[in-house]
């Protein structure tokens, strides 16, 4: 269990902070602070922004206004202890590469150029599969695992780097349900242990169900807060502008007014 | 009607700008095709890949253009088949084919007579030597392939954005494809005597690429693709003869130079202009978007 | 058979060929295995074009070719990195305009001297009979420095070449470590020019590692058949293209014995390797691969 301090400890920290890919934001006026050990949600209509949100706490993205802290860094010099899981569809299922060698990846920082990764490496990666309930599968080329299969074994890869904060990019899409379950059960273990976790979906049901907090975004921020106090009919109208959408389970549907 | 069999006829200097003017055109059109599907490296490819065609037709006693003709077509098939094995993705099966097809054609050269002065000229052109005949069929598939784009123009423009849309509207996508990879091997060949066929790829790629820099519209893209291939043409040779330096090569030099120079002063995609727009309103997630859509259509 | 492949290498100036042929087909084997897999061939064959003027220019110049060869290969790796990263030209148009305008401009350049098409074919497809001594050992370095890079990076050139936003989110320069593989195929080719020309040399990169992928789903095996293969081929192929020219009369030229051969392993593959992996699926314990619905 996390001490009081590490708990408290600022994991991400983001004031009023814009980011744009040429000139001009994409997003706007985002501001609020992700501590260890918690789990917020990003959500928000396609094109809201959400990517270039994670990618700007990477540094991929350039914030020209306000400013993001990672780990009580700037983004560039936070990177080894920033975990980023893309989608699992963004990658190549014909790459002659073993679910082992993509859990063995989250280590190369770790071991550094030139260096072989070493036995404690090894371990760690087939610890890390083993967390997403595939320890037995790290023979399998990646790209002949069902998608529920590969978004675990990406999630291994950034629990093997042993990262402090875990950006996840969209990971409950069209991923089958004991995928999901395995998931989130191993993110719970993460958040347990001190990570802070970073999570874009549209599920707004999963959200409600694991996250302590949601960033509601379009463009801009609509709302930073408690999932119980945030996630509210009126605040989602408002972020998707009125659009119809459809939850799970017995949650609200909400419809153009 | 007399100075066109003048001009079929007349002097080698005429031949020679004749030729170039008109690969230059069909080039520079079908050129915009050839950006669209991405096929700069393919159009490479054909380039290398019909020269045991060239070889075996010296070898038969036959044209060399018509070998090398139908020599791609076997290529364009051979291409079309690994593209749709696995585990082979289309860039390196391309560039098995080129390699192949390139060394079985160096190996029946030097199996024939060792390495003669022909092949020198197919690789990079011979302009000055251009016969009569070879200009006819150069007008002639010129024609051809002209017409067929003006008469596909519709659906080769859907196939190239939204292949799946094409097959969905009912067309036979496939059949489409291949027909648009004959036309560029057609183009390829015919401008062997031009420029050779390492460099054909270049009047095929530069004139469209310059074009696409000056204009977002497709029909107007084609227009100036053409004028630039042929312009390059005239260009080239003109100052080939005052430096008395290879024609191909120095027609593919004037059309990498007004690529160059268009990269820099063009207004809408050049570096200069660019900088000069500094702020507009804010299109938010768009400019994203933009980047991804023109770049389809780039 | 012995006799096809030993006899012909009891001539010093043979010796030397197959020592320059082995020592390329592990050097093209092993750097080919990255470019199949991040489908680099038209970035590889632009780079065997761009070599060109640097080796007709040092030619003409009277410098040494390698030297040439050598400067060309890097200012054009330098350039095909950048352009391939621009976004206002495909990176198929840019690449394609820069090769042929690079090689324009040797053709110019051969096109000034008397003995222009004599030059220009031992340029594009090399001369391995007349490898000396001073060659072998240029090759010999390159591969040296070569080999140690990819063993070196291997890991970090393979998260790129597999996943570039994770390799970008970890810290790496994604940007440098491509510019350092197409700097290391520019040296493949700058190594290759004398031997096997700058028209071949791009069969040597790609043919065993396409070969090699057709047949194996691990890079490590991959890597291993490929440089094999490359290694096979080139001595098959001077074997081949000696015998048939001393004792049979009929010319083959060595360079292009050796393509053919390694593409008639590749046909071979590609009939082979879909019963290969039956074969280990029916008898194998985990599979290679699997054809689970969902996969790909």
Not at chain 2, 45 to 64: I, Q, S
Not at chain 3, 30 to 46: I, N, S
Request: glycine share 10%.
């Amino acid at each position: 269990m996390p001490t009081e301090d590490e708990a408290r400890a600022e994991a991400l920290v983001i004031r009023h902070a814009a980011a744009a890919y040429d000139r001009t934001p994409v997003l706007e006026g985002v501001d609020g602070v992700v501590h260890a050990g918690e789990s917020v949600a990003l959500i928000g209509p396609n094109g809201a922004g959400k990517s270039t949100l994670l990618k700007a706490v990477l540094g991929l993205v350039p914030v020209v206004h306000g400013s993001i802290t990672v780990l009580g860094r700037p983004p560039l010099a936070a990177r080894r202890e920033v975990a980023y899981v893309p989608q699992a569809d963004t990658l190549d299922t014909e790459f002659p590469v073993t679910a082992g060698q993509v859990a063995l990846m989250g280590r190369y920082p770790r071991v550094g150029w030139v260096r072989r990764p070493g036995r404690a490496d090894r371990q760690a990666a087939a610890a890390a599969l083993g967390e997403v309930g595939l320890a037995d599968h790290a023979g399998r080329r990646f790209g002949s695992l069902s998608g529920g299969q590969r978004q675990r074994v990406l999630l291994a890869r950034a629990i093997a780097q042993q990262a402090r904060l875990l950006l996840l990019d969209e990971p409950f899409n069209g991923i089958d349900a004991s995928s999901e379950e395995l998931l989130l059960a191993a993110l719970r273990r993460l958040r347990a242990a001190g990570a802070a976790v970073v999570v874009s979906t549209h599920d707004l049901a999963l959200a409600h169900l694991f996250c302590d907090e949601v960033c509601l975004l379009n463009r801009h921020q609509f709302a930073f807060g408690p999932v119980a106090t945030t996630l509210t009919p009126d605040l989602l109208r408002a972020t998707y502008g009125g659009h119809a959408l459809q939850l799970r389970g017995d949650s609200v549907i909400l419809t153009q007014p | 009607m007399s100075w066109l069999t003048e001009a079929f006829s007349g002097s080698f200097a005429q031949r020679a700008l004749l030729e170039a003017v008109m690969v230059g055109i069909v080039s520079g059109v079908i050129g915009v095709h050839v950006l669209l599907r991405r096929l700069p490296f393919f159009t490479l490819a054909m380039g290398h890949a019909t020269f045991p065609g060239v070889v075996l037709a010296a070898l038969a006693g036959v044209n060399l253009l018509v070998g090398a003709g139908l020599f791609g077509m076997l290529v364009v098939v051979a291409v079309a088949l690994l593209g749709a094995r696995e585990r082979i993705d289309d860039t390196s099966a391309i560039g098995v084919v080129l390699a192949g097809t390139f060394a079985l054609g160096v190996l029946l050269l030097s199996a024939q007579s060792g390495f003669t002065k022909d092949l020198s000229a197919y690789l990079v052109g011979s302009i000055v030597t251009v016969q009569p005949a070879d200009l006819l069929i150069t007008a002639v598939t010129g024609v051809v392939v002209l017409g067929a784009l003006a008469t596909l123009h519709k659906e080769l423009v859907l196939g190239a954005f939204d292949p799946g849309g094409l097959a969905a509207l009912g067309y036979p996508a496939v059949t489409l494809d291949i027909v648009m990879l004959l036309l560029i091997e057609l183009v390829v060949v015919t401008s062997v005597p031009a420029v050779g066929t390492i460099l054909s790829v270049a009047l095929i790629t530069a004139p469209a690429a310059t074009a696409r820099l000056w204009t977002d519209r497709l029909g107007p893209t084609m227009v100036l693709s053409g004028a630039l291939g042929a312009a390059s043409g005239i260009i080239g040779l003109v100052v080939s003869r005052n430096l008395n330096v290879a024609a191909g090569a120095t027609i593919v030099l004037v059309a990498a130079a007004l690529f160059a120079g268009s990269l820099v002063i063009a207004p809408r995609r050049g570096a200069i202009p660019r900088r000069l727009v500094h702020r507009r309103a804010g299109r938010g997630a768009g400019s994203v978007s933009d980047v991804s859509v023109s770049e389809r259509l780039a | 058979m012995t006799h096809l492949l030993i006899e012909p290498f009891e001539v010093a100036f043979m010796q030397r060929a197959l020592l320059a042929v082995l020592i390329l087909g592990v050097l093209a084997g092993a750097v080919g295995v990255f470019v199949v897999l991040r489908r680099l061939a038209f970035v590889g064959d632009a780079l065997t074009h761009t070599v060109f003027p640097g080796v007709v220019i040092a030619f003409l110049i009277g410098q040494s070719i390698f030297f040439g060869a050598l400067a060309a290969a890097l200012l054009s790796a330098l350039l095909l990195t950048t352009l391939t990263s621009t976004r206002r030209v495909t990176p198929d148009a840019g690449l394609a305009i820069l090769l042929t305008s690079f090689f324009a401009v040797g053709v110019v350049l051969v096109s000034r001297v008397q003995s222009y098409t004599a030059d220009l074919s031992a340029f594009l497809f090399g001369r391995i009979l007349a490898v000396d001594r001073a060659v072998l050992i240029q090759t010999l370095v390159v591969a040296a420095i070569v080999l140690t890079t990819l063993v070196a990076l291997r890991k970090e050139l393979l998260l790129r070449a597999f996943d570039p936003e994770g390799a970008t989110a970890m810290g790496y320069r994604v940007d440098v470590l491509d510019l350092v593989l197409n700097v290391l195929v520019a040296l493949v080719v700058v190594a290759a020019v004398k031997a096997v020309g700058t028209v071949l040399v791009i069969a040597l990169i790609i043919v065993p590692a396409a070969t090699a992928r057709l047949l194996v789903d691990r890079v490590a095996s991959m890597t291993a058949i490929s440089c094999g293969l490359g290694a096979l081929a080139g001595w098959l192929g001077l074997a081949i293209s000696y015998d048939v020219s001393i004792q049979r009369g009929v010319r083959l030229a060595s360079g292009a014995t050796i393509v053919v051969v390694l593409v008639a392993c590749f046909i071979f593959a590609l009939a082979v390797g879909p019963g290969r992996r039956a074969l280990a699926r029916r008898f194998g314990g985990p599979p290679a691969t699997s054809s689970t619905p969902g996969a790909g």
